[in-house]
């Protein structure tokens, strides 16, 4: 763990921080989530999955690439195939058999970027590397929410059953 911090860039704190957490007017009109930070190690691999409700990433520190697939090429990447979740793929999109388009970002240290919902998404850390992550969640898709995580428990807990 001492080499992964010591491989961090000093952080740069993108301006939006600011905005976001003084805003009182910012939170009650996105009604964000508690934000998650993650640690990733180089090569650090974010499999291909989707989430039904926005995603602001913040970079704090190195440097990684996102990959993000359209909605429409869902039928493409086989969704629930080897996994018990719908909402992750096993497709590899390094791979010279992934048959689909993706948009690219790469992003560093101050970057951010706009994860959009129903979208699938890639990532991998090019360096050792620190996120900074909100899922945005409104009162209309708050309910949705809800139901697909108690909906993925129950599947979940029949896939574990003897």
Request: hydrophobic residues 35%; neutral net charge; aromatic residues 6%.
């Given at each position: 763990m001492g080499q992964f911090i010591d491989d961090l860039q000093p952080l740069r704190r993108p301006k939006f921080l600011a905005v976001a957490f003084s805003s009182k007017r910012f939170a009650a009109a996105v009604g964000t989530g508690e934000p998650a930070l993650d640690l990733?190690?180089?090569?650090?691999?974010?499999?291909?999955?989707?989430?039904?409700?926005?995603?602001?990433?913040?970079?704090?520190?190195?440097?990684?690439?996102?990959?993000?697939?359209?909605?429409?090429?869902?039928?493409?990447?086989?969704?629930?195939?080897?996994?018990?979740?719908?909402?992750?793929?096993?497709?590899?999109?390094?791979?010279?058999?992934?048959?689909?388009?993706?948009?690219?970002?790469?992003?560093?240290?101050?970057?951010?970027?706009?994860?959009?919902?129903?979208?699938?998404?890639?990532?991998?850390?090019?360096?050792?590397?620190?996120?900074?992550?909100w899922s945005l969640v409104n009162a209309h898709i708050a309910g949705h929410v809800a139901e697909r995580q108690a909906t993925r428990a129950a599947q979940l807990r029949l896939a574990l059953q003897p």
């Open positions: 990733e190690p180089p090569g650090a691999v974010t499999r291909l999955h989707r989430s039904h409700h926005h995603t602001l990433v913040a970079l704090l520190a190195g440097e990684r690439e996102f990959l993000l697939c359209c909605p429409n090429d869902t039928p493409k990447l086989q969704p629930g195939v080897g996994t018990c979740d719908p909402d992750q793929s096993q497709c590899d999109p390094m791979t010279t058999a992934f048959n689909v388009q993706p948009l690219s970002a790469t992003l560093k240290a101050g970057d951010s970027i706009l994860l959009p919902a129903g979208w699938w998404v890639w990532a991998r850390a090019r360096q050792a590397s620190m996120t900074l992550r």
